[in-house]
């Protein structure tokens, strides 16, 4: 059944390229059919070997460490579920929202691209594969944020751009150090090195170390690297913002990070702190630029800063219960952070502005995107019953009980900020008396709503079954998170 | 305005563009074929095979060498070579079980038709990477004429 | 250790580039020049005194070319990065022709209209 795992790269590029061809002939229905057709295969395939325990795949039939080897773990398999699904849906709503771009041809292909090297990032077992796919995915992006060429998202984009560059340069350089001490790349055999000659203080390695926090660090958008991130968020076509808000961060950046450290090199406490203060200023630097933001997906990208960090704090407690809520934290987010940047785009498209002042009182005239609308604004702000508030819950109680007291405080706190400017979101668009702009406006039409009803009835679900969702999904990812010998046993085959 | 004088470079230009053509293409070609003995391989290969065109393009202007390759050839070839390396890892996946695996017989070492599937390999990514420099170059030289044009327009109005 | 220290020195000169200068596209060598410096860095780690070159011709012995050859895995990992960058180089070319046209200016203090 391994034989299945690279085709989780290989269609979607596959695609991409039949895209490119026969789009030519006919460009106006055959991108769209193929790359929901595409999505769908893939969604199958993951249903397929989902739960069938560790799959390794060596390409080409060399073993490892000489060759490259795809490895499905746990921690994999969530991760893909997250992604594909997320990209399913968003197929779904770029089928009807990138008709007013005239050619949007070449979004397909670069969505698939995207696609593909987000799949790779997550199923490789090699660190300079990881690079590579790390790379296809991120040119990608940047492509596709500047898409509709205007002159901001021009701007964001080649700000994105740049920095993006530099954080790869800095990942490959970490890599060379790495190969420096260890004499490999293969993620196991690294792994396998370093315990076995004990080289946990190695000067080497600590340099790398901090050159994988600065490089990863910037693809998630932690403080201080968030500086991209709302430019290149809230300028890029709502589709886009669903996909680098939902899963791009999280995958070029907190799996590269889990991966890297709780797999490859070792959790130190000083990594442990450090990911525990990046997470603590991202949390209240996106809570407090969230309150002044005027542009809906502006304050939305500060939110998804925000809430990066409570992720990151999660994953630098580093006990059980603490990677526990980080990992279902990082599903629920990709499930509300898309909710809320779909409505975003149907409210841009059917009123024409993403500015808070301007709009009002949108509830009577479009209400299945408010409930939509309302439902994802409770969920990220720790609501009950829905999700949101089971995850941020887990967190709090995993600082408290790990002894850092100050740290539960900061959490609590910046949660009721959160929920202080959604609800000022809130009450600007949905409730509140009707501005003047909105008055032709209809509800949007179906394909855009379906993937928005889709999520909020996650959120909603997530919340009510959130034990039955811990302890099939979120438990056995944590059980290979913190079991580093696990993993290179299953890989070395040892 | 811009392409009306003699397009492209001087005549000494010219005529050293027209002696060396021949030699980057062949030398493009062996260097790729012979990838899996000497060092190179496609990507250099491909390189030198675009750098060839590229030359055509500064000496003689980019409406000589669209008439040589244009760019919708350049595009198809790009694809076809994609394609090309996809379908030759899922042969070997059918065959040999695993994504890319070598299933062409591998013939007595150091001579050309040695190391399997490497030589098809090689091509694959020589079409890849040289139209893909080649279209990069041409969309830009495009891109160029287009500024140009309006910053002439530009000073015209002042 | 001296070829180290050089190599780190060019990365530092591309940050400097990247960071200090105004002009796009002194920005974007910066960038290029950053990324020529890790290949490089790459390249000698497998860098060993009068070593040839790793290619097996027929007339050699495998013990004395293992005891000798330079270690060809950092070359074929910089190869893979060489093309990657010449990817970004590309893209960071074209949307620099678009900004200008944009913007109508190379400084990149005056393409400031995204703040806060």
Redesign the interface.
Known sequence: MS?LL?LFT?IP??SA??I??IG?FDKKNFPRIWSLLTSLSLLFILAVIWDKGTMI?????WKPPFGVVLVKDNLSQFMLLIVNVVAFLTIIYSYVYMIKFEDYLRFFTLFLFMLAGMNGVVLTGDL?NL??FL?IAS?AS??LV?YG????E?????KY??LG??A??FI??GI?MI??VTGS?NMADVARFIIVNNLSKNNALLMATGLFIVGFGLKAGLVPFHAWL??AH??APAPISVMLSGVLIKVLGIYALIRVFYSVIGITPVVSNVFITMGVISMLVGAFMGF??DDMK?MFAFSSISQMGYIAVGIGIGTPLAIIGALFHLLNHAGFKSLLFFSSGVIQNSTGTRNLSELGGLREKMPVTSAASVIGSLSIAGVPPFNGFWSKLIIILAAFSAGYFWLGGILVLTAFLTLSYYLRFQKNVIFGEPASIIKNVREAPFMMILPMVVLAVFCLLAGIFNSWIINNIIIPAQSIITNQLVYISSVLGM | MYEEKQSGMTFIVKTITNLMIGFMLVFGAYVVLYGHITPGGGFPGGVMIALAYILVTLAYGRKVVESMVSG?TG??AD?VG??VI?IL??I??II???????FLPKGTPFSLFSAGYIIIYNLAIMLKVGMSLYIVFLALAILQRVVTTREENKGDKK | MTLYFLNFVL?IIGLYA?VVKRH?VK?ILG?AI??YA?NL??IL?GFRKSGIAPILTEDMDLRTFIHTAVDP??QA?VL??IV?GL??LA??VA??I??YE??GTFDMDE????R?
């Open positions: 034989y690279p290989a590029i596959f390229i039949l490119l061809i030519k795949h060596e390409m080409g039939g300079f690079f590579v790379e040119i940047y492509a500047g060429v205007d002159a901001e021009l701007e964001a984009s080649f751009l740049i560059a530099l790869s340069v490959l350089f060379g190969y420096s790349v709302p430019d809230s300028s002044g933001q502006r | 919708v595009s198809i694809d994609a394609l996809l890892g899922f070997g996946l040999g079980g695993t994504f890319l695996f070598n | 990365l990247l796009i920005k960038v950053m990324e890790v860095f790459l780690l895995l950092p990992l893979t990065s990657i990817g970004t893209l960071m949307m620099a678009r900004l944009r913007y393409i400031k209209r995204l806060g």
